[in-house]
């Protein structure tokens, strides 16, 4: 499987994928040294990751993206805007550009994570799912996973819960670094889900495929009963 990581960070929901080649797409460069330190396997590209999706998309079987969250955080709006005066802002639409996009042009699997809003989304997500809302065109099976109170976590509890160890690097704002992760399970969780929908499909292509060799063919067409398919 060739997958496209978009938005990567440090890679928090990449780190426990399997069997697969990952392109990892992150804009700050101190931040893709990291991710490339963490994952030497992967190719890391330091760019727009908005762009780089409309360019490349037709290069993988599976995509996940992860646009900023920033401008439609409820926490950021419901606490600093209303109540310690952070300017307000324009929800970043590249969200739902990429969600419509994606729907409507990209072949294989996809995810697009964000976080819970503060308004009401204006496309309904595919799952709510360990503060994290996820549109996708696979099935996401509901799943429970160990909570950490996140806003109030240092840097020390946030590497041990999520299970990095970054501290010889020089990030700004590392605390903020560590807390943009997708816990790595969630990550792991709906990685899977994907990988049983894309065996699944296969399956099916191939039992379809099955159906017009010749010999089936010829048995319908003589008004006989063909040989039974091999179970996939």
Known sequence: MKALNLYAGIGGNRRLWSDVEVTAVEYNPEIAEVYGDLYPQDRVIIGDAHQYLLDNYQEFDFIWTSPPCQSHSSMRQNLAVRFRGTPAKYPDMSLYQEIIFLQYNFGGLWVVENVRPYYEPLI?????????????????????????????????????????????????????????????????????????????????????QALFKPEVLSALAAGSTPAPLPLM
């Open 124 to 208: 309904r997500p595919t799952i709510d799912l360990h503060r994290h809302l996820f549109w996708s065109n696979f099935h996401i099976a509901p799943a429970d996973f160990t909570k950490s109170k996140l806003r109030s976590a240092q840097i020390p509890d946030l590497q041990e819960y999520l299970g990095f160890e970054i501290s010889k690097y020089k990030l700004s704002n590392k605390r903020q670094v560590l807390r943009n992760c997708v816990l790595p399970p969630l990550g792991q969780h709906v990685f899977l889900c994907a990988q049983q929908n894309m065996q699944r499909t296969v399956g099916e292509s191939a039992a379809q």
